[in-house]
């Protein structure tokens, strides 16, 4: 959940280390620290609050020097403290680590630690890994008391680690992302290729237990499992520019304006991947729809859509997919769906299902993650980087796949530039300002209620988590004929109630919405036709399987300009991030 970036090489490791930096704020913005080798000392600069709010208190320019190591934080050991801050060192200051990850065994190692005299100065558990390595260095030079540290640990980790005196970066990589990117006399490490995209197009991928020793213009690796291997480099073309938040006051609005073009490249994949889906979904015995989140509910859509094409799947949030591990076998096909490819709890589910011999398909944005190297075979979201953490046009892409296999599934054919232009026309400029009049009359509610049916209910339970998780307003969705069963003693005079209404359902909802209505509720309907029991009616066209992806936009826009209103900032919503890449 954290991000880590190191750079050594023959420039000024400062500006790199801080534009790095920047760019993985969207894996955390709790505090931020830098770790300096300059003047023959380590200079650690560190802080709480958000990356400018820190340097330009501190000034991470300063000391200039060719070798650092940097890290934003999202707290998951200890509070949100300058001491809890990243870089963590050791006893004599001479060693620093950043680390993103859990160590599991930490507390253990800590009471060694203590027991051979070593004082820790803040809760978490990453500081034991600087003070392991020290105590490692009394008898070993430093590559080597890193690598028998390492060892030691248990749980996931991504670290870096500098000392004093060494010209160079020790790494490893356990459950968590770290890339090397290299160039001529010029070595990174990062937390995902985002951050070192302004500077090299090489990257290695490393995998689990790879150790790493990065100089200038020199990487070194072996695996703590397997010895020394070969990991070959990658280049990558990307026009960053194309990712940086421009004009736009955040990522998230310039995001969800860039979903037409998003569906589009989505909804055209590789004709032969499209059919090697295709076929395996066919053939299997079982297929789990595995996700978390924002995915699990583009998962759930699937499901809808596939059993209209008369295909049983089951959708499963990764994190309780180990409790149906005794349906899995070789004839079970798991499709993991993940934004960033190193969700924790489903590469932990894609593992033991492939332990017990099921085949792996994906579904995923981020090219060289480890989700896509678990897989027998993926297909790619082709959604650009997303850097707000709400998942907005990456939902549209991941539906947009589903559609497609749908499409296959079923021999319906679907016209991908029609579903373009309405979605162009859901984003203009009239629509937009419309929803900011619908926002005005909600920002000020402490609960939203949403209901639909069938692939409306998955739309319901999006909008929601959308609304909650940058709006902080309370939101449930629940499936329209379920809100007699005990919800409908929520609602009150005023309560505002939002209704996904389409053609498939139109009856069964409205005669659901007209029961809110009789309560109290204050009826927002999402519907092709307006209807006497709406208080406000937003306009969507009908377009039966394609309906979670227009409906769901008046909705993005909806939550992102509640959070405006209410004066959060949508892109870092408090105590998420975007990657969840610990249990």
Known sequence: MCGIIGYVGNKEANRILLEGIKRLEYRGYDSVGIALFANEKIVIKKDVGK???????????????????CHTRWATHGNVTRENAHPHSDCDEKIAIVHNGIIEN??????FLRKKGHKFKSQTDSETIAHLIEEFSKNYEFVEACKRAFSMLQGSFAILAIKEGENKIVGIRKDSPLVIGISENESFAASDIYALLPFTKNFIFLQNYDFVVVEAGKVKIENLINGNVDRKVERIDVNFEN????????????????????????FNQNENDVNSFVEEIKKARRIFLVAAGTSYHACLAGSYLFA????????????EFANFLDLVDENT?????????????????????????????????????????????????????EIGVAATKTY???????????????????????IKAKILDLLSRSRREYIEKVAEKLKN?????????????????????????????????????????????LIENGTPCIVFVGRENEREILSNTIELKSRGGYIIGISPKNNEVFDIW??????????????????????????????????????????????
Do not use: W
């Open 51 to 69: 990356i400018e709010e820190v340097h330009s208190k501190l000034n991470f320019l300063e000391p200039k020097t060719y070798l650092g190591i």
């Open 538 to 583: 937003i306009k969507v066209p009908e377009c039966e399987g394609e309906n979670p992806i227009v409906q769901i936009i008046p909705m993005q826009i909806l939550a992102y300009q509640l959070a405006i209103l209410k004066g959060y900032n949508p892109d870092y919503p408090r105590s998420l991030a975007k990657s969840v890449t610990v249990k």
């Open 243 to 266: 990712i940086d938040k421009k004009d736009f006051h955040h990522f998230m609005i310039k995001e969800i304006l860039e979903e037409a073009n998003v569906f589009e490249k989505a």
């Open 396 to 418: 549209v892409a991941q539906l947009a796949i589903f559609l497609l296999l749908y499409s296959k599934l079923s021999n319906k054919k679907i016209n991908p530039e029609e």
């Open 106 to 111: 930490y507390q253990k190692i800590k009471e």
């Open 445 to 489: 509610s402490q609960h939203i209620f949403l209901i639909g049916r069938g692939l409306e209910y998955v739309t319901a339970l999006e909008a929601a988590l959308k609304i909650k998780e940058i709006s902080y307003i309370h939101a449930e969705a629940f499936p329209g004929g379920e809100i007699k069963h005990g919800t409908i003693a």
């Open 333 to 385: 096909l798991i499709i993991a769906v993940s934004q960033s490819g190193e969700t924790a709890d489903v590469l932990d589910a894609v593992r033991k299902a492939k332990e017990k011999g099921a085949k792996i398909f994906s579904i995923l944005n981020v090219y060289g993650s480890s989700l896509m190297r678990e897989s027998d075979k993926y297909m790619l979201m082709n959604a650009g980087f």
């Open 308 to 319: 209209k094409a008369g295909i049983l799947t089951k959708p499963i949030i990764a994190s």
